[in-house]
């Protein structure tokens, strides 16, 4: 019966369609020709020309003004070499991704804002390893740090695309101005200026950790943050690698340091009420009451720039900026938490290596960074083209030698748990179960 | 945008010569069995019509399923055979097990309540004055999709701090009533109640059209000779109206059952499975599409699978019967 009447349906379906095609009169209309790539501004784009017009589609978790920014830089590109990159944003890239390429339905090119993600599609055999103009760009223009996140085994899959600094806390210079506050230099600098902060009845932090499936990953960057600088980074990448547990006596001591500021009803959580509505409050208006001078400090990575409203400053004298999450030992160096993205590709058509080529160069760098709100840790990006404060001391932060860099563990954890149950058990954590019991349930799901 | 149709026409011509070339394979067939010889016509019929479907059913349904059993008994990259591993990490944890216990409290709750509620509501409006409109009134959640009733009801629930203005009517309400705003969906196991109200709104009115078109349905004689004895209305809805539609409401329950089994849009909308408002069938997409494990993703949609068989069995045989009786 079911078959019967979707067979039926799709008889009508077909009669539909055929009327539409001849009353519209619809040919395909040839209207490639109209892109003229031989103007002078199109000289750059040579090397990455191609005779007829080709489609190459992107698959991101990049969207909304970030999307139409991406778009914007390489729009030049397109027009100059008949490639057009069919781009699609979405928050479910996580589960999606997995779909559409069980499906068959695989984009051209993937950006993975996860290293342990994109090993995963690596170890199944679904992407293509990087094609050589892509190796020779990463070679001369990361640093070894960056090239291992997409190395698996020996072979590069893939150039870094953004990147971002994790180790921030958000504050407004005129409250600082006003209450005579001084930036912290350490850990017990910045509580006994929490301390002060209470005790002139302003909630010093503000915390959201909601945001849809992947709830609870801010209070993830909150421990992994915290782990770098109560366990130093050897440590850390032995955690994050599972070579010590996950319920190890030294994750406890890091998740309940972070537990002393987002689980302390005092501190938080200014602006939307007690520590319970961390868990509900999302991450993208979680730092808004530090305009309004309603909450001291806010601790997100420099992408939360673009989450002010328009005509918010955002510069050391300005309404809002952010400080260096300070080190609990200054002696012991400066460790930056580092997220970024990595474009792969699940197809080797000759457009598709010349787009990828064309995002692991400097000008499409400079290009996308001319406008605005984002930088990368590409050594031959131009740091004057960088009009935001922010993004310019970030870039200066990861070319400088001498920092700890250290990328985002939740992201290269195996999925079950950087995706999984570290979130879910972090969001469970701040709605009130104990360390212990959470980090225990996180230590179960490690993949065998 | 740039959107441009020609491009999509390309891709529109294949999937019409594919259909073209399916509805001249069935027209073909069926002129062939017509001019068949005389004998073995029957069984040549029986198999040119229900072959197509057996077919598809083979290769949409029966090989999956196949296959989703035997995947369970592999781990997570499908590679070594681990027995009932999966199945037995089903039952062996606090986390799984509180899945089981709100899918449990789903499939208790969401069906005896939107039956009882839709079949109240279907007697008390039956040939009331303004029937329609009521009937429409509570019908209208079912022309809403999952998604978009739990973003209403989240709307709902939401929660601001008391020094601030309350967005959620159920929190305004409280502070109009002089008590403290909530945080509603945090606290289990209470917060999965508050999900399955959602399914509730929705499933109510799916059983009152059912339910009401069945009263309609019951001979008047029966309702006059009823009538005439003296019954109250108690005694009417009990002794006339239900026996009567006892088959519809039975169906109704069966239906609504399967679909809670299945619940997955309200509590990935409403709380993403968190704060322990897991069910069976969200987190078999968690494991298969997110963790990656398609050993214990498999393992659980084989569970789901066992659970609703009995229920389809059951619904089977009432039907069979009814149709004997007849």
Same mark, same amino acid.
């Given at each position: 019966?079911?078959?019967?009447s979707?067979?039926?349906?799709?008889f009508?379906?077909?009669?539909?369609?055929?009327?539409?095609?001849?009353?519209?009169?619809?040919?395909?209309?040839?209207?490639?020709g109209?892109?003229?790539?031989?103007?002078? #501004?199109?000289? @750059?784009?040579?090397?990455?020309?191609?005779?007829?017009?080709?489609?190459?589609?992107?698959?991101?978790?990049?969207?909304?003004?970030?999307?139409?920014?991406?778009?914007?830089?390489?729009?030049? =590109?397109?027009?100059?070499?008949?490639?057009? $990159?069919?781009? #699609?944003?979405?928050?479910?890239? #996580?589960?999606?991704?997995?779909?559409?390429?069980?499906? +068959?339905?695989?984009?051209?090119?993937?950006?993975?804002?996860?290293? +342990?993600?994109?090993?995963?599609?690596?170890?199944?055999g679904?992407?293509?390893?990087?094609?050589?103009?892509?190796?020779?760009?990463?070679?001369?223009?990361?640093?070894?740090?960056?090239?291992?996140y997409?190395t698996?085994?020996g072979?590069?899959?893939?150039?870094?695309?953004g990147?971002?600094?994790?180790?921030y806390?958000?504050?407004s210079?005129?409250? =600082?101005?006003?209450?005579?506050?001084?930036?912290?230099?350490?850990?017990?600098?910045?509580?006994?200026?929490?301390?002060?902060m209470?005790?002139?009845?302003?909630?010093?932090?503000?915390? +959201?950790?909601?945001? +849809? #499936?992947?709830?609870?990953?801010?209070?993830?960057?909150?421990?992994?943050?915290?782990?770098?600088?109560?366990?130093?980074p050897?440590?850390?990448?032995?955690?994050?690698?599972h070579?010590?547990?996950f319920?190890d006596?030294?994750?406890?001591?890091?998740?309940?340091?972070?537990?002393? $500021?987002?689980?302390?009803?005092?501190?938080?959580?200014?602006?939307?009420?007690?520590?319970?509505?961390?868990?509900?409050?999302?991450?993208?208006?979680?730092?808004? @009451?530090?305009?309004?001078?309603?909450?001291?400090?806010?601790?997100?990575?420099?992408?939360?720039?673009?989450?002010?409203?328009?005509?918010?400053?955002?510069?050391?004298?300005?309404?809002?900026?952010?400080?260096?999450?300070?080190?609990?030992?200054?002696?012991?160096?400066?460790?930056?938490?580092?997220?970024?993205?990595?474009?792969?590709?699940?197809?080797?058509?000759?457009?598709?290596?010349?787009?990828?080529?064309?995002?692991?160069?400097?000008?499409w760098?400079?290009?996308?960074?001319?406008?605005?709100?984002?930088?990368?840790?590409?050594?031959?990006?131009?740091?004057?083209a960088?009009?935001?404060?922010?993004?310019?001391?970030?870039?200066?932060?990861?070319?400088?030698?001498?920092?700890v860099?250290?990328?985002?563990?939740?992201?290269?954890?195996?999925?079950?748990?950087?995706?999984?149950?570290?979130?879910?058990?972090?969001?469970?954590? $701040?709605?009130?179960?104990?360390?212990t019991?959470?980090?225990?349930?996180?230590?179960?799901?490690? @993949?065998? | 945008?740039?959107?441009?149709?020609?491009?999509?026409?390309?891709?529109?011509?294949?999937?019409?010569i594919?259909?073209g070339?399916?509805?001249?394979?069935?027209?073909g067939?069926?002129?062939v *069995?017509?001019?068949?010889?005389?004998?073995?016509?029957h069984?040549?019929?029986?198999?040119?019509?229900?072959?197509?479907?057996?077919?598809?059913? *083979?290769?949409?349904?029966?090989?999956?399923?196949?296959?989703?059993?035997?995947?369970?008994?592999f781990?997570?990259?499908?590679?070594?055979f681990?027995?009932l591993?999966?199945?037995?990490?089903?039952? /062996?944890h606090?986390e799984?097990?509180?899945m089981?216990?709100?899918?449990?409290?789903?499939?208790?709750?969401?069906?005896?309540?939107?039956t009882?509620?839709?079949?109240?509501?279907? !007697?008390? !409006?039956?040939?009331?004055?303004? %029937?329609?409109?009521?009937?429409?009134?509570?019908?209208?959640p079912?022309?809403?999709?999952?998604?978009?009733s739990?973003?209403?009801?989240?709307? &709902?629930?939401?929660?601001r701090?008391?020094?601030?203005? /309350?967005?959620? *009517?159920?929190?305004? &309400?409280?502070?109009? *009533?002089?008590?403290?705003?909530?945080?509603?969906?945090l606290?289990?196991?209470?917060?999965?109640?508050?999900?399955?109200?959602?399914?509730?709104? &929705? /499933?109510?009115?799916?059983?009152?059209?059912i339910?009401?078109?069945? &009263?309609?349905?019951?001979?008047? %004689?029966?309702?006059?000779?009823?009538?005439?004895?003296?019954?109250?209305?108690? /005694?009417?809805?009990?002794?006339?109206t239900?026996?009567?539609?006892?088959?519809?409401?039975?169906?109704?329950?069966?239906?609504?059952?399967?679909?809670?089994?299945?619940?997955?849009?309200?509590?990935?909308t409403?709380?993403?499975?968190q704060?322990?408002?897991?069910?069976?069938?969200f %987190?078999?997409?968690?494991?298969?599409?997110?963790?990656?494990?398609?050993?214990?993703?498999?393992?659980?949609?084989?569970?789901?699978?066992?659970?609703v068989?009995?229920?389809?069995?059951?619904?089977?045989?009432?039907?069979?019967?009814r149709?004997?009786?007849?």
């Amino acid at each position: 019966m079911a078959v019967l009447s979707r067979r039926r349906r799709a008889f009508t379906l077909a009669g539909v369609a055929a009327l539409a095609f001849a009353v519209t009169g619809c040919g395909s209309s040839d209207n490639s020709g109209s892109s003229d790539t031989s103007k002078p #501004e199109c000289a @750059p784009y040579a090397q990455y020309k191609v005779d007829k017009k080709k489609t190459v589609s992107i698959y991101a978790t990049i969207r909304d003004a970030e999307a139409d920014k991406l778009e914007s830089s390489w729009k030049q =590109f397109s027009d100059c070499t008949n490639i057009k $990159i069919d781009y #699609e944003g979405t928050g479910e890239f #996580e589960a999606q991704i997995k779909v559409r390429v069980d499906g +068959g339905n695989a984009p051209d090119i993937a950006v993975f804002p996860q290293p +342990g993600l994109l090993a995963t599609f690596v170890k199944s055999g679904k992407l293509k390893e990087a094609p050589a103009p892509v190796k020779a760009n990463v070679e001369k223009n990361w640093s070894k740090d960056w090239a291992a996140y997409t190395t698996i085994d020996g072979k590069l899959y893939g150039a870094p695309l953004g990147a971002n600094v994790k180790s921030y806390v958000w504050y407004s210079p005129q409250l =600082f101005k006003e209450k005579n506050y001084q930036i912290p230099q350490s850990w017990d600098e910045m509580i006994a200026l929490s301390n002060k902060m209470v005790a002139d009845g302003i909630k010093p932090w503000c915390v +959201g950790i909601e945001s +849809g #499936e992947a709830t609870g990953w801010p209070a993830t960057d909150w421990v992994e943050d915290i782990m770098l600088r109560d366990q130093g980074p050897e440590v850390y990448d032995q955690w994050v690698n599972h070579q010590i547990p996950f319920n190890d006596p030294k994750v406890v001591s890091a998740v309940d340091r972070a537990g002393s $500021i987002l689980k302390n009803p005092k501190y938080v959580n200014a602006g939307f009420g007690d520590v319970k509505s961390i868990a509900t409050t999302s991450f993208q208006e979680a730092g808004l @009451p530090v305009k309004d001078k309603k909450c001291g400090m806010h601790r997100q990575a420099n992408f939360f720039s673009n989450q002010w409203p328009k005509g918010t400053k955002v510069a050391e004298d300005g309404d809002v900026f952010a400080f260096y999450f300070p080190s609990i030992d200054p002696a012991k160096g400066k460790p930056v938490l580092v997220g970024g993205e990595f474009p792969a590709a699940f197809s080797d058509r000759d457009e598709v290596v010349k787009v990828q080529t064309y995002l692991s160069s400097p000008e499409w760098a400079n290009s996308r960074a001319k406008l605005g709100d984002w930088f990368s840790a590409n050594k031959g990006l131009d740091l004057s083209a960088l009009a935001n404060p922010i993004d310019k001391l970030s870039a200066q932060i990861l070319q400088d030698p001498k920092t700890v860099i250290r990328f985002d563990g939740s992201d290269q954890m195996p999925g079950a748990v950087g995706s999984g149950s570290f979130w879910k058990g972090m969001t469970d954590w $701040i709605n009130g179960k104990s360390t212990t019991d959470t980090l225990n349930f996180i230590e179960s799901s490690w @993949p065998k | 945008m740039d959107y441009d149709f020609s491009d999509d026409i390309q891709k529109i011509w294949p999937m019409l010569i594919a259909v073209g070339a399916f509805a001249a394979v069935i027209v073909g067939l069926l002129l062939v *069995l017509d001019v068949l010889p005389r004998w073995g016509r029957h069984r040549w019929h029986v198999l040119g019509f229900l072959g197509p479907a057996m077919i598809l059913l *083979l290769i949409g349904l029966i090989i999956p399923a196949i296959r989703t059993i035997y995947l369970s008994f592999f781990d997570a990259g499908s590679q070594n055979f681990v027995g009932l591993e999966n199945y037995g990490w089903i039952f /062996q944890h606090t986390e799984t097990l509180h899945m089981l216990r709100n899918t449990l409290l789903w499939v208790v709750f969401v069906p005896t309540l939107s039956t009882a509620i839709g079949l109240l509501y279907a !007697v008390l !409006v039956d040939k009331a004055r303004f %029937e329609g409109i009521a009937k429409s009134l509570i019908f209208m959640p079912m022309a809403i999709s999952l998604v978009g009733s739990s973003i209403i009801w989240k709307f &709902i629930y939401a929660y601001r701090s008391e020094e601030q203005d /309350q967005i959620g *009517l159920f929190n305004q &309400i409280r502070v109009w *009533l002089g008590l403290q705003p909530k945080q509603l969906l945090l606290d289990p196991p209470i917060n999965t109640l508050y999900l399955i109200v959602i399914m509730i709104w &929705i /499933q109510a009115g799916f059983a009152m059209v059912i339910l009401s078109a069945a &009263i309609k349905a019951i001979p008047s %004689e029966i309702v006059e000779a009823a009538k005439l004895d003296g019954v109250t209305a108690w /005694q009417m809805f009990w002794r006339v109206t239900l026996p009567s539609i006892r088959p519809s409401v039975v169906v109704v329950i069966m239906t609504i059952t399967i679909a809670t089994l299945k619940v997955f849009d309200v509590v990935r909308t409403g709380t993403g499975g968190q704060f322990d408002t897991n069910v069976l069938a969200f %987190e078999m997409y968690n494991q298969a599409f997110r963790y990656f494990d398609d050993g214990k993703g498999s393992a659980l949609a084989v569970f789901l699978f066992l659970l609703v068989v009995p229920i389809v069995i059951y619904q089977v045989r009432t039907l069979r019967q009814r149709t004997e009786s007849r």
